[in-house]
């Protein structure tokens, strides 16, 4: 019991002989002959790394350690003070007298002096930045959203940061706290994702954008001499920076230079005009301001980032409330050029949680670590702004459409919030209990159209059970057409038996359905189905396909991709039956369904791919691969003997204008595949075409509604997007707030039939199968983001000359 009344005692002692060793300083700086208060002025501790910046009422507070102390306060354009604190001294006012620069007219002939200026200012970066490997600094942020009316939430951190020169910044969070409407999980205030415009290149909004400190920056910018003020007895130079290149996302504004170290002690910056984004952002701003200090030492370094930010989003129907963004950060207490833990940088993490003194809650705020003090609207904020106060609820959008989506979010008994998929019963407000909700929630439907279907009806039943780690699938439906009416079902189960991991999947299928006759990469059945409606030409052939699919899926650990392995039991029976029916009465003679080879097919198909799959007819761009090899044999119980070697890839490659946003691209799809051995007609492949008017990117747009078959084929399809560039050369500067893109297409291709099948289809219908005959050419201009969702495409066939007009989605990204 002594011994932890003794423990106790140390410890009450040392937490007393701490608070007396640190000491929070307050007070205030304002214009000695306007009594007006000096904002981000600098204060610091004389002869140190530490220091803070003044709030917007001119407000500071600085922790010391020792006393007495003596406190600088700077503010270009007036004198800078010193005062030499007591611990007994109160708070601290500081009353700053302007100053007058005592330097002569500047007489300009030729060059700017700012362009002198600004070479000596880049060659003295390049002598001091050359010997500054690391540093680490104690740092502060406070973040605040507005809306039109009043600041909406406030989020504030207090953390280390680190950066070295080759392995770029790490920061390592210490304490937060938010507004009560915050959850902490949310609260993402911090310093290392904030620009150093001493930095070449600056990563601002997505805009990889040149900075004013660049080696080449004088060949990006114009410098301009526009005044000449003083701090300390020394002249400051302050420049006016404009782009001196009208496409390239740059920055405008004023910067302050020290003259006699040729270093900057200000930037007030925002991006030029090029620096925006097409709808559904209606308007952007964005102004920075930052200090550097060298502490009285080499380096200059960063002493805070201030940004304020405006961004209105909004559409035809649909308008938010304009979001207001304010941020205020400060770094001090520098330790320079020191050896950092390896293990900041192991992860890719810019931003990690220390957890030993994230609990802390406001300790650290009031204790140990120079905050940025509240200004008036951030205290009453603070008291007023509680849980209920949503951002939802403060940027509720206006307009039609708001009526057709549900802003109160559907919670369970338990309060826990539930989220209803599309399709699901429970988004039609009736009892998400109910006994037709639970029958029905895993239901979808189906339905197809065409020429040996016509009518087909179906639904399919999902559902994951043991932990998402087991899937059933059932389907089954009917078609109106051949055979007097025919059924189609299905079932599947799948399985993934690792608990720890879902790299290994499994599952195995039974189906009898009708299957289109050729595969094609792009268009799905429903797809293909509207134009068939409205009695145009069918896209497919069909056959009868009835058998099952063994399937064993791997993801290697440390490998992008994934391997696939396929076991193939079918039965493939013809389908003799045509329909010409439409809903329009256009009386179309749709052409004969195609005859394949009957019989039993027994394969293995391996496939490795990687990517994301989200080739979206064109919409975004993709990385893609695809690379398949299918052996069918009869020594395992198949009708034919072949290899069958199939690629599809994609890529997209940046081209021009890489420092914006969104820079020109090139992207492009290769498709090719070949066969060894007895090919039956039906594993025949499409090069996809134009359907009807829709025009898609990987398609051939010089073509209508058959595709070319082929047991071999190749195709390569290119477009480069120039984004509106073209339009602002022009001298259309506000062509990207309009979205649209001006893009150029090529694609080239051919395939080849075997004699036996050509031979058939002459024997059976009088026509040959549809090939390329020679190499399909074509190439084509696009005017895309038309009303923010459609491209026009007018394409010119090449080899047989002819000019086809179409549409299809837009490239959004």
Same mark, same amino acid.
């Given at each position: 019991m002594q011994k932890i009344t003794v423990l106790f005692l140390f410890m009450v002692l040392a937490g007393t002989v701490q608070s007396q060793a640190q000491t929070q300083i307050t007070g205030k700086i304002v214009d000695a002959e306007t009594g007006d208060p000096l904002p981000a002025a600098h204060i610091i501790v004389k002869d140190t790394y530490r220091g803070t910046i003044s709030n917007r009422d001119g407000e500071?507070?600085? %922790? @010391?350690?020792?006393?007495?102390?003596?406190?600088? &306060?700077?503010?270009?354009?007036?004198?800078?003070?010193?005062?030499?604190?007591?611990?007994?001294?109160?708070?601290?006012?500081?009353?700053?007298?302007?100053?007058?620069?005592?330097?002569?007219? %500047? @007489?300009?002939?030729?060059?700017?002096?700012?362009? &002198?200026?600004?070479r000596e200012v880049i060659r003295r970066k390049k002598i001091w930045r050359a010997s500054l490997e690391t540093y680490k600094a104690e740092a502060y942020t406070r973040q605040q959203v507005k809306n039109d009316t009043s600041i909406v939430s406030i989020s504030e951190s207090i953390s280390v940061a680190y950066w070295d020169k080759e392995r770029g910044s790490r920061e390592v969070l210490k304490s937060k706290r938010q507004t009560a409407n915050i959850d902490a999980a949310d609260n993402f205030a911090g310093v290392s994702y904030l620009p150093n415009f001493y930095d070449d290149n600056l990563d601002i909004a997505g805009f990889d954008m040149v900075g004013v400190t660049h080696p080449d920056a004088l060949k990006y910018y114009e410098f301009q001499l526009e005044d000449i003020q003083s701090l300390d007895g020394q002249v400051v130079y302050e420049?006016?920076?404009?782009?001196?290149?009208?496409?390239?996302?740059?920055?405008?504004?004023?910067?302050?230079?020290?003259?006699?170290?040729?270093?900057?002690?200000?930037?007030?910056?925002?991006?030029?005009?090029?620096?925006?984004?097409?709808?559904p952002v209606q308007d952007f701003n964005l102004t920075y301001s930052q200090q550097f200090s060298n502490f009285g030492g080499d380096y200059w370094l960063p002493v805070d980032v201030r940004i304020e930010g405006l961004i209105e989003v909004g559409m035809v129907g649909l308008r938010f409330p304009p979001i207001g963004f304010k941020q205020v950060a400060k770094m001090n207490n520098y330790e320079v050029n020191l050896d950092l833990p390896d293990s900041l940088f192991k992860k890719w993490n810019r931003f990690t949680v220390d957890s030993t003194t994230i609990n802390s809650g406001d300790s650290l705020f009031v204790n140990e670590i120079d905050i940025i003090p509240l200004d008036t609207q951030e205290e009453m904020a603070y008291e007023k702004v509680d849980s209920n106060a949503t951002l939802e609820k403060a940027f509720k959008p206006t307009g039609f459409f708001t009526r057709f989506i549900d802003w109160e979010e559907e919670t369970e008994s338990d309060g826990s919030s539930t989220t209803v998929s599309a399709g699901s019963s429970g988004s039609s407000g009736g009892n998400n209990g109910s006994f037709f909700a639970k029958l029905t929630r895993n239901l979808s439907p189906q339905a197809r159209f065409n020429r040996v279907d016509v009518f087909y009806g179906g639904i399919k039943h999902e559902r994951r059970y043991v932990d998402n780690r087991l899937s059933s699938e059932v389907f089954g439906g009917y078609s109106t057409g051949y055979g007097d009416g025919t059924f189609s079902y299905g079932a599947k189960m799948g399985w993934w038996p690792l608990k720890k991991t879902r790299r290994f999947a499994m599952s195995l299928a039974y189906s009898a359905t009708t299957e289109t006759r050729y595969n094609s990469d792009m268009y799905m059945p429903l797809m293909t189905s509207i134009p068939n409606l409205f009695g145009y030409t069918d896209y497919f052939d069909y056959y009868r396909n009835e058998g099952i699919d063994f399937v064993a899926a791997y993801r290697p650990s440390g490998v992008d991709g994934s391997i696939r392995l396929n076991y193939m039991y079918e039965n493939h029976e013809a389908i003799n039956y045509s329909s010409s029916y439409d809903i329009v009465g256009r009386n179309l003679i749709q052409r004969p369904n195609s005859y394949i080879d009957e019989g039993t097919l027994s394969a293995v198909r391996l496939t490795f791919s990687n990517g994301e799959d989200r080739k979206a007819l064109g919409a975004i761009g993709a990385d893609d691969f695809s690379l398949s090899v299918e052996q069918s044999a009869k020594a395992i119980g198949s009708s034919w003997d072949y290899t069958r070697f199939k690629i599809d890839l994609y890529r997209r490659y940046e081209t021009f204008y890489q420092r914006r946003f969104f820079p020109n691209t090139l992207d492009m799809r290769l498709n090719a595949g070949t066969y060894i051995g007895d090919l039956p007609i039906q594993k025949n492949e499409a090069l996809d075409v134009a359907l009807g008017v829709v025009t898609p990117f990987g398609a051939f747009r010089a073509k209508r509604f058959i595709p070319y078959e082929g047991a071999s084929y190749v195709s390569l399809n290119a477009e480069h997007n120039f984004k509106s560039v073209p339009l602002e050369m022009l001298g259309w500067r506000k062509a990207t707030q309009t979205g649209l893109s001006i893009i150029a297409f090529g694609g080239i291709g051919r395939t080849w039939v075997q004699q036996e099948q050509v031979d058939e289809f002459n024997t059976r219908y009088g026509f040959p199968p549809v090939t390329t005959d020679d190499w399909h050419m074509e190439a084509g201009l696009s005017l895309s983001n038309i009303f923010n969702l459609f491209r026009a495409d007018v394409a010119y066939r090449i080899d047989n000359p002819g000019v086809y007009v179409g549409v299809s989605v837009a490239r959004f990204f």
């Open positions: 500071f507070s600085i %922790i @010391v350690r020792e006393f007495p102390v003596t406190l600088v &306060a700077r503010f270009i354009g007036f004198e800078s003070q010193e005062k030499v604190v007591n611990q007994d001294s109160g708070p601290v006012d500081f009353l700053l007298k302007p100053s007058v620069a005592t330097m002569g007219e %500047i @007489v300009v002939t030729g060059e700017d002096p700012a362009i &002198a200026i600004m420049l006016s920076v404009t782009s001196d290149r009208k496409l390239q996302p740059l920055f405008e504004g004023t910067i302050f230079v020290l003259g006699e170290e040729y270093a900057l002690l200000e930037v007030d910056l925002k991006p030029n005009s090029v620096v925006v984004f097409p709808p």
